[in-house]
């Protein structure tokens, strides 16, 4: 999947994501909304945040870890694309997919994003 090779941002502060924006205009980029702000903002946010930044050059995706629950929310709440451990077992990782799929939402592996940068890190790039 070429999804794996865009640039891959690890993000938990929505102002911080357009600040990125700007300087990435003409770029296919992954924004990966962190397990840990999912996990204190709620999945609703991730909801509202993915409304916001409906723009075809961007996948949203939000990082669910190995909990279950939250991905079994963010699939009723139809995210587009939900991101799990490799570490989630193998039995639950297919039915969150069967379930996913019947939705239309992707399933990504989070360790297979050839690297994947906080914003600190591609900051101190430039």
Known sequence: ??????????????????????KFNNSQINIIWSF???????????????LLLNDKRINFIAEVGEDIGLALTLIELEIKKISVSTN?????REKIESLAKKQGIDVLITQRFKKIQTISELMRDF
Not at 4 to 16: G, Q, V
Not at 36 to 47: D, I, V, Y
């Open 36 to 50: 840990e702000s999912l996990s204190w903002q709620g999945p609703h946010m991730m909801k509202q945040f993915n």
């Open 1 to 22: 999947m070429k999804i794996y090779e865009y640039l891959t941002i690890k993000f938990s502060n929505l102002d911080e994501v357009k600040t990125v924006l700007k």
């Open 88 to 92: 989630l077992d193998k039995n639950l």
